[in-house]
Structure formats: C-alpha cells, structure tokens
C-alpha cells in the first residue's frame, strides 16, 4: 500500500509518503511546534528531521523559532505547500475511499483497534529488551 501511495505522490507532485503525512497533519493541526507533529506522527525522529528540511528547503513549509520558547521550531506551510497539498489531496482521499469499499465502520474500527495493539506490544517489547 505504500509503494502505491509513493509512487502516485512522486509522479503527480512530487512528495514522498512521509512528506504528505507531514503536510496532512499541519493542514489539520495548523502552525505548530515540530516537538507536537513529531509526537502525534509516530515517526523516527531522524526520519521526520530530514523531511522537514528537505520539505523547508523545497519552501513548501517554514520553521521559525517560536518566540516564546527558542527551543521550538513552529513549522508553517507556505503557500507553495498549500498548494501542493491541495493538489494532493483528491487522488489521496481517492485512493483512501478505494482502500476502505466493502470494509464497514465496524471492521475499520476493529483494524484500527488491533493495530493500536499491536503498537502496544511493540512497545512493550522494545522495553522489556532494553532492560536487559
């Protein structure tokens, strides 16, 4: 599924999968602290620090020091970005509509309950090795 998702978001505006995660969750939450997308995302840092930049260098977003705290980066999508995920986001939400025909509410919300745990144990396996 993500091979598909890559290749329709290179070919028709350039993204990667990440990137386009990215800018969906900036187009839901607004401008916002990195440390918040990062955390919501559930991506590697390292992996979501060289898409943000790639993403700034491309000038589909900016990230300015928030001037209440130095320490953020508050991540903003220009107008560039704006456009390219308006562009994006019909085929996206046409392939997520394509994905989900035959699956009921019921099914979706079981899926996504078995995958929450599946982070779980995940989670609770990388712990359990890290303590020996």
């Not at 401008?31 to 060289?50: E, I, K």
């Not at 107008?79 to 562009?87: H, L, M, Q, Y």
């Not at 996504?112 to 359990?128: C, G, H, P, T, V």
Request: aromatic share 6%; with cysteine; charged share 30%.
């Amino acid at each position: 599924m993500n091979a598909h998702a890559a290749r329709l978001l290179r070919e028709k505006c350039g993204l990667s999968v990440v990137q386009w995660r990215i800018l969906a969750m900036l187009d839901d939450f607004g401008p916002t602290h990195a440390a918040v997308l990062l955390q919501h995302s559930g991506m590697d840092g390292g992996l979501f620090s060289r898409n943000i930049k790639s993403l700034v260098d491309s000038r589909l977003l900016k990230s300015a020091t928030d001037t209440a705290d130095q320490r953020q980066n508050t991540l903003t999508m220009t107008a560039a970005g704006e456009r390219c995920f308006s562009k994006a986001r019909p085929f996206m939400e046409a392939r997520r509509r394509d994905l989900m025909k035959g699956i009921t509410e019921r099914d979706r919300q079981l899926l996504f309950k078995i995958f929450d745990q599946l982070e779980k144990n995940i989670s609770k396996s990388s712990n359990a090795e890290s303590a020996k």
